[in-house]
C-alpha cells in the first residue's frame, strides 16, 4: 500500500475548505442581502425547478409566493436581485445534477424562516441480464 502524498492531501484539504468558506459566504449572502430584499417585496416562499443531463443543467423557472400561497408578481422585482438569488441557487444544488442521466428537482426557500430544502431526484440507467440455457 503506497502513502498518499502530503502536498495532495493538503491540495484537497484546501479544497473543502475553500467549499466550506464558499457554501457559507452564499449562504450568509442568502441570508443577510437576499431573502430581506424579497421580504420587503411580500415574498413569503421562493421555489427553484432545476433538471440536467448529458453534462448541462440548468434553472427551469422560479415562482415567488407571498403568505397566502398567492404568486406575487414578477414585474417589481429587480433584475440584479434575481440574477443574486440564481447565483446563490447553484450553490445549493446537488453535486451532478447534470452528469450523465442527470436529474431534477425543487429547491424551495421559506422567505420568512430562512430555510431551503431541497427536494431532488436522480436519473440513471438500469441494465437486467439474464442467461438462459436450454438443453435440446
Same mark, same amino acid.
Given at each position: 500500500?503506497?502513502?498518499?502524498?502530503?502536498?495532495?492531501?493538503?491540495?484537497?484539504?484546501?479544497?473543502?475548505?475553500?467549499?466550506?468558506?464558499?457554501?457559507?459566504?452564499?449562504?450568509?449572502?442568502?441570508?443577510?442581502?437576499?431573502?430581506?430584499?424579497?421580504?420587503?417585496?411580500?415574498?413569503?416562499?421562493?421555489?427553484?425547478? !432545476?433538471?440536467? !443531463?448529458?453534462?448541462?443543467?440548468?434553472?427551469?423557472?422560479?415562482?415567488?409566493?407571498?403568505?397566502?400561497?398567492?404568486?406575487?408578481?414578477?414585474?417589481?422585482?429587480?433584475?440584479?436581485?434575481?440574477?443574486?438569488?440564481?447565483?446563490?441557487?447553484?450553490?445549493?444544488?446537488?453535486?451532478?445534477?447534470?452528469?450523465?442521466?442527470?436529474?431534477?428537482?425543487?429547491?424551495?426557500?421559506?422567505?420568512?424562516?430562512?430555510?431551503?430544502?431541497?427536494?431532488?431526484?436522480?436519473?440513471?440507467?438500469?441494465?437486467?441480464?439474464?442467461?438462459?440455457?436450454?438443453?435440446?
Amino acid at each position: 500500500m503506497t502513502t498518499p502524498d502530503p502536498s495532495v492531501e493538503q491540495m484537497i484539504a484546501e479544497m473543502q475548505r475553500a467549499e466550506e468558506r464558499e457554501r457559507r459566504e452564499t449562504n450568509d449572502r442568502l441570508r443577510n442581502e437576499i431573502l430581506p430584499q424579497f421580504r420587503t417585496l411580500g415574498v413569503a416562499n421562493i421555489e427553484v425547478s !432545476y433538471s440536467g !443531463y448529458g453534462d448541462t443543467g440548468a434553472i427551469d423557472g422560479v415562482q415567488y409566493r407571498d403568505i397566502a400561497g398567492i404568486r406575487v408578481d414578477r414585474a417589481p422585482i429587480p433584475t440584479q436581485l434575481v440574477e443574486d438569488l440564481e447565483s446563490c441557487v447553484y450553490e445549493f444544488l446537488p453535486p451532478g445534477f447534470e452528469i450523465n442521466d442527470g436529474g431534477q428537482g425543487t429547491l424551495t426557500i421559506d422567505v420568512q424562516a430562512s430555510k431551503v430544502t431541497i427536494t431532488h431526484e436522480t436519473n440513471y440507467t438500469a441494465s437486467d441480464s439474464t442467461i438462459k440455457e436450454i438443453a435440446l
